[in-house]
């Protein structure tokens, strides 16, 4: 659902990089269109990121329903898709980051990951990709 307009998402990115940053990991970069964010970050590899993104999304949704009491309907999805990026890609994946919103009035997000998927020949079935 598009529940992420500029004004949340000027608040909820910083947010979200504190959750990240108590966790012990390093927010690179986040951004987003109004229905999903990107987030490049460092973890820790004997952390889980699974849990990780558990936390980020609890937290971010309680703090989203106490601040915005009108979006008392927002939830992120179920899942989320995770992938390494090289060092020497760190630009190309910032730039990427900071122009989702140009980047998805072209593509929208499903379309984009399922291409995503096929391109680095992740095999998936779509009917358990989105809810």
Known sequence: MPWINVEIAERLQPYIGGIIRAEKGVLIAIGGAEDHLHIYLSWKPEGSLSDLMRIVKSRSSKWMHETYPDLSEFAWQEGYSAFSVSKSQEPAVRRYIAQQ????????FKEELLLLFRAHGVEFDEKYVFD
Do not use: E
């Open 101 to 108: 919103a140009q980047h998805h009035a072209k593509q929208d």
